[in-house]
């Protein structure tokens, strides 16, 4: 974002991020442009204007949302709105469309943005030799043809196990480290140091009293303070996911398993164009069921992100209703992952308790299904 000190005027900035999925998250730093994208977070959460979502955006910054090639946008939902379907996106397409936009905004680009993540129902299907989603490198390509950073958002991702910010050729990559990670309520930055230098002085630990990469400075400003406690809680889940990786990806190869399985069960015009994958990256195995939507024909119902947060989203709602803690299941894309109350103190997957939660979900669609007219 532009400086908020010194003389004059300020000038105006803009970063360009890709329509995907979360772009509340990655997205929202700026005012959207175009303007038809301006109210497009209107109705995501549940506080409204300045100490919402339109809070976050930062001075005199601007976001430049393209829509990827391939995907589409349909509208769907008892909150009716678009949703974002991204099994069908063209990589190298998608990078020309970004590469467009970059060249038409590069007087006032700072940065190139999107997710680190690795599925279909993500965007990012599309895979090089080495198993990096092509569209993330070419992301990165085009933000280097201008001498802007390419900024990963991998929030719900895994450091070192996950998205690979070398091979992807990422400048900054973002993580929650509460979400996949397990660690307590904490942020993680990994990135080149001509990146982070600024970054550690922003956040007011730059080490200036010790000279080391990261202190508070004595009496100074400082932005974000987690605590001992979260920062212990991270700095011990890195060593696990450094030393002893399979604690967390054990358990995803036998939830994939039961999720194939149990998914299974549904009737036979329900499962065509289902495409279940699995993700190290987030611990989490996927359900995408956009593909059901073909040939004119209504496939399982698709709800919005609005219903999410309006409460309208039955695949969410109705688990709660069964008494099992809902997943994330809006865009036409369910993302299931291990944890409370399906994994051991050993933090392995309970086989029971895991296939009675897929099997209630598989349950519920089915149901809806059967009230929507789908069956």
């Known amino acids: 974002s532009p400086p908020m000190m010194g003389r004059g005027d300020n000038y105006r900035a803009r970063y360009i991020a890709p329509y995907e999925k979360h772009l ?3 997205g929202s730093y700026g005012r959207p442009f175009p303007a038809r994208f301006k109210d497009l977070f209107a109705d995501r959460g549940s506080t409204a204007g300045e100490l919402g979502f339109y809070g976050k955006r930062q001075n005199n910054l601007d976001t ?3 829509p990827l090639a391939g995907a589409r946008y349909d509208v769907h939902g008892i909150k009716y709105h678009p949703v974002i379907l991204l099994t069908g996106v063209d990589a190298e397409a998608s990078a020309a469309r970004i590469a467009f936009h970059a060249d038409i905004h590069k007087s006032m680009l700072t940065g190139i ?3 680190g993540y690795e599925t279909p129902g993500y965007g990012y299907g599309e895979k090089d030799g080495e198993g990096i989603p092509v569209l993330q490198k070419a992301l990165a390509r085009v933000a280097h043809q201008y001498d802007v950073p390419y900024v990963v958002d991998n929030a719900w991702g895994l450091p070192f196990v996950g998205f690979d910010p070398v091979k992807a050729d990422a400048d900054v990559v973002v993580y929650s480290m509460d979400k996949a990670t397990g660690a307590a309520t904490s942020g993680l930055v990994i ?3 001509e990146y982070m230098v600024p970054i550690r002085r922003a956040l007011g630990m730059h080490g200036d009293r010790w000279g080391t990469t990261a202190s508070y400075g004595k009496a100074a ?6 605590g001992k406690e979260a920062l212990l809680s991270q700095i011990q889940a890195l060593k696990v996911l450094r030393d002893n990786p399979q604690v967390l990806t054990r358990p995803v190869d036998e939830l994939e398993k039961i999720v194939v399985e149990e998914f299974d069960r549904l009737p036979s015009a329900l499962k065509d164009g289902l495409v279940i994958s699995k993700s190290y990256n987030s611990a989490a195995v996927e359900i995408n069921y956009e593909g059901t939507w073909k040939d004119g024909k209504f496939g399982i119902p698709i709800f919005s992100i609005e ?3 309006a409460g309208s989203n039955i695949f969410q709602t109705g688990m709660s209703q069964m008494g099992v803690i809902p997943t994330v299941a ?3 894309n369910i993302y299931i992952s291990p944890g409370l109350g399906t994994t051991g103190d050993d933090g392995q997957l309970m086989e029971k ?3 009675w939660a897929v099997r209630a979900l598989v349950r519920l669609i089915e149901i809806t299904c059967k009230y929507a007219g789908v069956l």
């Open 353 to 355: 308790e895991t296939r």
């Open 113 to 115: 943005t999107s997710l």
């Open 307 to 309: 219903d999410m947060y």
């Open 330 to 332: 809006y865009d036409g």
């Open 64 to 66: 430049v949302i393209v």
């Open 24 to 26: 509340h998250h990655q």
């Open 221 to 226: 400003y400082v932005t974000f303070d987690p």
């Open 191 to 193: 990135g080149k140091e």
